[in-house]
């Protein structure tokens, strides 16, 4: 597992995230809300997806059911 998705709707966390995850060895990739989610899943394939269910446009909950 070395691909990882981050979908935050905060710029702040998604940096946060990704400088830690990249630190510690990991390749990763970064969407701003639940739209991208989708696009960013099938381009990117990532092994795991760090998603915010609580996001402006569209909640983390909804890509989830897809």
Do not use: C, Q
């Amino acid at each position: 597992m070395n691909k990882i998705l981050v979908v935050y709707d905060s710029s702040y966390i998604r940096l946060l995230l990704s400088r830690t995850l990249k630190a510690a060895g990991y390749t990763v990739s970064e969407a701003t809300d639940g739209y991208e989610v989708m696009a960013a899943t099938l381009s990117y394939e990532p092994d795991m997806i760090l998603l915010d269910v609580a996001m402006a446009r569209v909640d983390g909950f909804k890509p989830l059911r897809i």
